[in-house]
């Protein structure tokens, strides 16, 4: 059996290897570097892939965040309510820019955020939604939608781990996770579904003026050389690694299959392991009935793995993964409420209950493109042997 990785970069790459190795050869040929035909063409195809009609490629998914919520003219002191369960990347921008960070609990079956909870945390000074796609499956943006549409908010979908998931609608239409809301953001880093070999991201909107805001925003203000017409930041997607996404782009469905193919061979692995309780795919997919996953719908592309194991030692878990030559992750340990940078005093421990719980019983098992069904029998394998001896 060959080695077992969390992300198996090096075996994706040796399929594309030729390709990849043209592209970016033929970027160093041409030294066009920054703004080079390379990024024009990949801003096209994914703009094509995803349905969209603006792509603005950035320099990485944090930044891709940032710039989203600079277009949108939120002042200082506006609320933007996000989930207490996700990466810091989320909510760092928000406090960057001096927006208040409202942050609020997840479904525990998705992770996604509370719908209820969304809904009793608006005040007269909420501006905006970020929703995170958390791990691969897309939130309820038909309730989001709804309920930005009533008080008039934004709505910026975090996408950063869900790109080529697809959401339908209750009213039958299919979208694209991030380009459901007034404007998406993902990140291209190398682990991601979509990633290239270093730091990228992308803003993705079908409003037009928004686009163009934002289109000078990522280059210091400017639309014309030296006239800086809004305040801007430097965060450009180079050649090279737009060169490297275009290789991957036209692969990336056959990415996300294998990576849900991997998620339903590991859940019948464990369907009989009462302590374990493998990922729900969310409801309103009309397809997936009242099953824990849905055969034949796109709507989670499963960047992780996420188990939730109850009455076991997670730890231990993790511990016993490691020493059997098995990476794994705890994503994420400790809620964002909890951390020294966002603990606000206002905020009420009763309102995490839900993440202040999976924050102890969540783990993520080895997902990428290359796994093989040996390597999920021995990873099975070696998580049942710890739960039921």
């Known amino acids: 059996m060959k080695k077992i990785q969390m ?12 390709q990849v190795n043209n592209s970016v050869f033929n970027v160093i040929d041409s030294a066009a570097f920054i703004n080079g035909p390379e990024v024009h063409a990949f801003q096209q195809d994914l703009e094509e892939y995803l349905g969209v009609k603006h792509v603005i490629p950035c320099a990485n998914g944090t930044d891709a965040l940032q710039v989203a919520m600079m277009g949108l003219g939120l002042k200082p002191g506006d609320e933007v309510i996000t989930v207490d369960f996700t990466f810091a990347a989320t909510v760092e921008v928000i406090a960057l820019l001096q927006f208040t960070p409202v942050l609020i609990d997840v479904d525990p079956n998705t992770f ?11 005040t007269s000074k909420t501006k905006a939604i970020v929703p995170v796609h958390l791990f691969g499956q897309v939130a309820n943006m038909d309730e989001i939608m709804n309920i930005a549409k009533e008080h008039d908010l934004f709505v910026i979908e975090d996408n950063a781990q869900a790109i080529g998931a697809s959401y339908r609608s209750k009213n ?30 992308a803003v993705f909107t079908n409003d037009d003026d928004l686009a163009h805001t934002i289109r000078g925003i990522v280059n210091h203000g400017m639309y014309e050389r030296y006239h800086h017409d809004v305040v801007g930041v430097n965060s450009r997607l180079d050649s090279i690694q737009a060169a490297v996404l275009r290789a991957k782009l036209p692969k990336l469905e056959a ?15 464990f369907k ?3 302590q374990i309780i493998t990922p729900k795919v969310e409801q309103h997919c009309p397809s997936s009935g009242s099953s824990n996953y849905c055969n034949d719908c796109d ?47 206002h905020y009420d421990e009763k309102n995490f209950e839900v993440t202040n719980t999976i924050s102890d019983e969540v783990i993520s098992l080895p997902m990428h493109t290359e796994l093989d069904d040996e390597q999920i029998e021995f990873i099975t394998a070696k998580v049942k042997e710890f739960i039921q001896n």
């Open 255 to 269: 990415y996300n299959n294998a990576r849900r193919s991997a998620a339903r061979k590991y859940n019948e692995a």
């Open 172 to 201: 039958g239409s299919k979208q694209k996770a991030g380009t459901i809301g007034h404007v998406g953001a993902t990140s291209f880093f190398p682990s991601k579904n979509l990633g290239c070999y270093g730091d990228g991201g």
């Open 112 to 122: 996604n955020i509370d719908i209820d909870q969304l809904k009793h945390a608006i």
């Open 299 to 345: 709507c989670h592309v499963f960047h992780q793995y996420t188990l939730k194991v109850k009455d076991v030692d997670r730890d231990g878990l993790v511990k016993h993964l490691n020493e059997n030559g098995i990476p794994c992750g705890v994503y994420y340990p400790i809620p964002l409420h909890k951390q020294k940078a966002y603990a606000d005093k």
């Open 272 to 274: 009989e392991v009462e």
């Open 7 to 18: 992300v198996d970069l090096k075996g994706q790459y040796e399929e594309i290897k030729n």
